[in-house]
């Protein structure tokens, strides 16, 4: 199967890309490995609700406006999504896995669990939420682990006791809503967390991180660099002592973890809030890593292949960026699949 544009994900990055497509006409094919609209919101834990989440920006050309903000997340969002597909014509292959995606000079070659497509460029909006990160610790946990990822709810740990890792904002999320029904909680970071009471300057996080990415260095995630904001839960939280930071443990034992003084925190459960990575290992064919262990990309192009362009990467993953880099992917290729240079022979 022959297209010009090839879509692989259809989160908020894709879809933003795939509507500069359509608008222009353009002959493009979405790949999404999902069985439903909604990108990694399919997966959120049900106790997220939308006035909870970070904020989640509009689609280009269509106001993300919740009748009730207070449902959970991961059912209005995929119905914003659903809403999206049809309003734009956006017709999603769904579910397909891509394996991997080769040089086919002057093409790229996308091979799937559906079949082959060639194209002349690709944008890439795989995002992170399929693959959870858990750093390693020496010794042996007895008890539950589980990622956010897995998390479904506060009622499967009532009345366990519960060490939660990780520094960010689901860390603290969790936390409030766990400590409501748990034996006990615990919170361990690497780093002394950073709350704010100031606005969230989404620009300037966006800027940080893009300044990794430009560099070819594995990037941060947008959130990670934004500090943690002081929102009237977490100060309640905090005044309860529910958000008191321990330094992080050493090791793991059957029964708990060792803290850093040497003593044994007991635990049933330990519950990592550790972040993600980035779900690019399709692209591994194409040898886009370099020696700084990241892909380099001058705004979403990636400057080994710019045939390639990665969106929901780096700066673009979270709502922040996903729309502008999203639009500014689709401007690029258009731009390529214009020029004299890029037709074919």
Do not use: C
Request: glycine residues 12%.
């Amino acid at each position: 199967m022959r297209t010009d544009v090839v879509v692989i994900g259809a989160g908020q990055a894709g879809l933003s890309a795939a509507s500069g497509f359509a608008r222009a006409g353009a002959d493009f094919v979405v790949l999404d490995g999902e069985d439903g609209p909604g990108g990694a919101w399919r997966h959120r834990w049900p106790t997220l609700r939308v006035d909870d989440a970070h904020r989640i920006h509009d689609l280009p050309g269509l106001a993300f406006a919740p009748a009730d903000p207070t449902r959970p997340a991961a059912e209005v969002v995929p119905e914003y999504f659903a809403d999206y597909e049809r309003a734009f014509g956006l017709e999603v292959l769904r579910p397909v896995r891509v394996h991997a995606v080769r040089d086919a000079a002057p093409d790229l070659r996308v091979e799937t669990d559906r079949g082959t497509w060639t194209a002349r460029a690709l944008v890439n909006a795989t995002g992170t939420w399929t693959r959870p990160f858990v750093p390693r610790y020496p010794g042996t946990f007895a008890g539950r682990q589980l990622h956010t990822a897995d998390y479904r709810g506060p009622t499967e740990l009532a009345g366990k006791r519960v060490v939660v890792v990780g520094g960010g904002t689901s860390a603290v999320q969790l936390l409030i809503e766990i400590a409501a029904v748990a034996a006990s909680t615990r919170w361990f970071t690497r780093r002394e967390p950073v709350f704010s009471d100031g606005p969230f300057d989404g620009r300037a996080a966006v800027a940080r991180v893009e300044e990794r990415v430009r560099a070819g260095l594995p990037p941060q995630s947008v959130v990670g660099v934004t500090g943690l904001m002081r929102t009237p839960a977490v100060r309640a939280a905090q005044e309860a002592g529910v958000l008191h930071r321990l330094p992080m443990f050493t090791r793991l034992v059957p029964g708990g973890v060792v803290r850093a003084d040497g003593e044994v925190e007991p635990a049933d459960v330990i519950l990592w809030a550790t972040g993600w990575r980035p779900a690019l290992g399709h692209l591994a064919p194409l040898r886009l890593r370099g020696p700084g262990g990241g892909i380099a990309v001058d705004g979403t192009r990636v400057r080994a292949d710019p045939r390639v362009h990665l969106v929901g990467y780096g700066p673009s993953a979270s709502t922040i960026g996903a729309n502008r880099a999203g639009r500014a992917a689709a401007r690029e290729v258009l731009g390529l699949l214009r020029s004299p240079q890029a037709q074919p022979a």
